[in-house]
């Protein structure tokens, strides 16, 4: 059984930072591309960024240069990393595997606010 466990949501202010983990079992990272999406209040779901199997990395614009996602094969966990946040990144934050079926995790909720 596949199972996404987000963590590292927070309450920071604007410019900071935070590094949000997705912990998988049942599936490998070495062979499945993975997502970060978002969702604020009152807002469709957004992708972020994506990892593939082979390691290369994809961003939405908005965030691009700001957020990095990044893996730990051995360790089965994906990461976000976000630099520079903004109170229009406050939104609970979700992993994703692009594989079938696909999965989700829970989500991790990141507000920005000073």
């Known amino acids: 059984q596949v199972q996404l466990v987000e963590s590292g949501g927070d309450l920071v202010q604007p410019g900071g930072s935070l590094r949000l983990s997705c912990a998988a079992s049942g599936i490998s990272f070495s062979i499945t591309d993975m997502d970060w999406f978002r969702q604020a209040p009152g807002k469709e779901r957004e992708w972020l960024a994506l990892i593939t199997s082979e390691g290369t990395t994809s961003y939405q614009n908005s965030v691009k240069g700001r957020f990095t996602i990044s893996r730990h094969i051995t360790k089965n966990t994906v990461y976000l990393q976000m630099n520079n946040l903004k109170p229009e990144d406050t939104a609970v934050y979700y992993c994703?595997?692009?594989?079938?079926?696909?999965?989700w995790g829970q989500g991790t909720q990141v507000t920005v606010s000073s």
């Open positions: 994703h595997t692009r594989s079938r079926p696909e999965y």
